[in-house]
């Protein structure tokens, strides 16, 4: 998996606040900080490069006489642009969690704003980003997609611009048939059904969407002469309680309907995102525990009150 900005993804991964400043430039494990003529600007936009990205391990999918590696990440946006070399270093950068050979990788980009002036770099923006290139094959040319080349559904409308979710996945080509029987590999032989949008947020959905959702993306894989069905939820999840457990058992109504349709096939589903996932402790495990914010009161324990649950460090 490959961590976010904004917010840092820890071992479980779990969303942690990240103390950042905005303009401060982050060194990820393996990486060197890029140079400033390297970020990349665009109007009504930032880069990304200001915020801490941290990488994750690969979620590996058993099954089918092998191991199929798949690389997700994620990243919370918050009007700032991402690029190629952002996405490229995300990618690879990292010595345990690189996305090198792998059998699928996936990119979920949450508030990312949609433009005239930024289109036309957002497009490809994964499949440019990947080294061997050659090897894979991206939703992003299918022809179904809202915007040529451009995997994203509009999560909420704002003036003056509209926020989009985005889902880029790259499927390495050992690992697809030509289902079409066309004489050709090409999007529609592995991605079944174009990405959707679905589990939105039931809080204040009555005149607009609330913008918290699960955006899905329908692989299919051939593996040693088998066929496995894997289900991608890139989530953004609402910070109620109440509204999140919703959505969660929106998704659970979601794969138990794959199953019973497809009650022979193999079918994986990976979740991953801005689950909003808060963890608790009880005090006993204070002295084991560090603040994640650079708070005073939290780092000389005066969140562990008697009645009080200690933060979680990471």
């Given at each position: ?7 840092g993804k820890d071992k479980s ?97 949450t508030d990312l704003i949609v ?125 109620d309680d109440e509204a999140r ?70």
């Amino acid at each position: 998996m490959g961590g976010g900005a904004s917010k840092g993804k820890d071992k479980s991964g779990n969303s942690t606040p990240a103390a950042v400043p905005e303009n401060d430039i982050v060194k990820k494990e393996g990486s060197n900080p890029p140079r400033n003529d390297e970020v990349k600007s665009q109007p009504e936009t930032k880069s990304i490069i200001s915020h801490t990205y941290e990488p994750l391990n690969p979620a590996l999918i058993s099954g089918a006489y092998r191991e199929l590696k798949v690389w997700l990440g994620s990243l919370q946006l918050e009007r700032k642009l991402p690029t190629v070399k952002i996405v490229e270093r995300l990618l690879y950068d990292s010595p345990t969690s690189s996305a090198h050979d792998a059998d699928v990788i996936a990119l979920l980009l949450t508030d990312l704003i949609v433009t005239e002036d930024t289109i036309d770099s957002l497009q490809h923006l994964l499949y440019n980003s990947i080294r061997d290139k050659e090897n894979y094959i991206s939703n992003e040319d299918d022809r179904a997609l809202l915007f040529a080349h451009l995997p994203v559904q509009q999560a909420r409308h704002s003036e003056p611009s509209q926020r989009y979710v985005f889902l880029a996945v790259a499927v390495h080509r050992r690992n697809v048939e030509d289902v079409n029987n066309d004489g050709s590999i090409d999007p529609t032989d592995c991605f079944t059904v174009p990405i959707y949008l679905t589990c939105k947020s039931s809080r204040t959905n009555e005149v607009a969407s609330h913008g918290k959702a699960v955006i899905v993306q329908e692989v299919g894989l051939h593996c040693n002469d088998k066929y496995i069905e894997l289900v991608l939820l890139g989530a953004t999840f609402d910070e109620d309680d109440e509204a999140r457990r919703e959505q969660l058992d929106t998704v659970a109504r979601l794969l138990r309907a794959r199953h019973r349709h497809q009650p022979d096939r193999r079918m994986c589903a990976l979740l991953w995102g801005d689950l909003h996932h808060r963890l608790v402790a009880p005090l006993d495990l204070t002295p084991y525990l560090r603040p994640v914010l650079d708070d005073p009161a939290a780092a000389s324990g005066a969140h562990a009150k008697k009645g009080h649950q200690a933060p979680v460090g990471t």
